[in-house]
């Protein structure tokens, strides 16, 4: 699968800057790479392609929530398998992958190039707004049902607000 809308040369490097960024917010703190790994950029461009060319067309009317749970385990599960694999305990952690997808899926949300996404970004500075503050490190959540139970903590906080909308108002940059 492949993006279905024409984007300008001007869009396509945004859009790249974008996953730049994405990727970086996700690896940055969360030790994913063994120290002096070889092939760590294999390893994000297979995961960047990976993302462009199997997930994001589920996003572009609208995903349900049972298929964006089963994206994140399908990028949990190719970011594993890479091989050889420059990864730390050689598993890709949940919590890494659903930041990477989620904050991407953020960036093309408030670029209108994807309706509303589900779930917002998971990090430390949205768990802390919810009752599992000091409880949970974001960047060590290494199962779906890990991630379940911070999404249902944050909407517990969000009440009525979608989440998307909840993490946009309260989400600061320290």
Same mark, same amino acid.
């Given at each position: 699968?492949?993006?279905?809308?024409?984007?300008?040369?001007?869009?396509?490097?945004?859009?790249?800057?974008?996953?730049?960024? &994405?990727?970086?917010?996700?690896?940055?703190?969360? =030790?994913?790479?063994? @120290?002096?790994?070889? *092939?760590?950029?294999?390893?994000?461009?297979?995961? =960047?392609?990976?993302?462009?060319?199997?997930?994001?067309?589920?996003?572009?009317?609208?995903?349900?929530?049972?298929?964006?749970?089963?994206?994140? *385990?399908?990028?949990?599960?190719?970011?594993?398998?890479? /091989?050889?694999? #420059?990864?730390?305990?050689?598993?890709?952690?949940?919590? !890494?992958?659903? =930041?990477?997808?989620?904050?991407?899926?953020?960036?093309?949300?408030?670029?209108?190039?994807? #309706?509303? #996404?589900?779930?917002?970004? !998971?990090?430390?500075?949205?768990?802390?707004?919810?009752?599992?503050?000091? =409880?949970?490190?974001?960047?060590?959540?290494?199962?779906?049902?890990?991630?379940? &139970?911070?999404? @249902?903590?944050?909407?517990?906080?969000?009440? /009525?607000?979608?989440?998307?909308?909840?993490?946009?108002? !309260?989400?600061?940059? #320290?």
């Amino acid at each position: 699968m492949a993006l279905r809308f024409t984007i300008t040369p001007q869009q396509l490097f945004i859009l790249d800057e974008l996953w730049i960024l &994405a990727w970086a917010a996700s690896v940055q703190r969360a =030790k994913v790479f063994v @120290e002096g790994a070889q *092939g760590t950029k294999e390893f994000r461009t297979g995961i =960047k392609a990976f993302v462009r060319d199997h997930l994001l067309d589920h996003y572009m009317r609208g995903c349900d929530e049972h298929q964006h749970y089963c994206n994140i *385990g399908a990028l949990v599960e190719f970011g594993s398998k890479s /091989s050889p694999t #420059p990864l730390r305990d050689g598993i890709c952690r949940y919590g !890494v992958a659903q =930041k990477v997808l989620n904050l991407l899926l953020k960036y093309y949300w408030c670029l209108a190039h994807i #309706p509303e #996404p589900l779930h917002c970004p !998971v990090d430390r500075i949205i768990i802390e707004q919810t009752a599992l503050r000091g =409880k949970v490190n974001w960047t060590a959540i290494e199962t779906e049902a890990e991630y379940r &139970a911070v999404i @249902e903590a944050v909407r517990a906080r969000a009440g /009525s607000e979608s989440l998307a909308r909840w993490e946009l108002r !309260v989400y600061a940059r #320290p």
